[in-house]
Nanobody
Framework: QVQLVESGGGLVQAGGSLRLSCAAS????????MGWYRQAPGKQRDLVAT???????NYADSVKGRFTISRDNVKNTVYLQMNSLKPEDTAIYYC?????????????WGQGTQVTVSS
């Protein structure tokens, strides 16, 4: 089992910045990849960014150059630095952790944190 706790959401003006944090606990050694997804009202949950245990990152085209995902393996925490925020970035942001297939390949989600960008 893996538990994820997010923090750092809030209200910010367009052009501003926020940093989200996701602290993982439990069976940390089973995690292959962690990332952030977001869901706006009435829309599906979409990928924002992911990072593997080896540090390989992947970003949605809409956030490339503005968002940076990083991982602190000592603190078992993943961060999402969001710069140059736009109103269309408004959504609930969810942390995700995917296990290695050898450990079951399960996916875990945090409770979500609201990010609101005002114009």
């Amino acid at each position: 089992q893996v538990q994820l706790v997010e923090s750092g959401g809030g209200l910010v003006q367009a052009g501003g910045s926020l940093r989200l944090s996701c602290a993982a606990s439990g069976s940390i050694f089973t995690i292959a990849k962690m990332g952030w997804y977001r869901q706006a009202p009435g829309k599906q949950r979409d990928l924002v960014a992911t990072v593997t245990t080896r540090g390989t990152t992947n970003y949605a085209d809409s956030v490339k150059g503005r968002f940076t995902i990083s991982r602190d393996n000592v603190k078992n925490t993943v961060y999402l630095q969001m710069n140059s925020l736009k109103p269309e970035d408004t959504a609930i942001y969810y942390c995700n952790a995917d296990q290695y297939v050898a450990y079951g390949g399960n996916g875990y989600w945090g409770q979500g944190t609201q990010v609101t960008v005002s114009s």
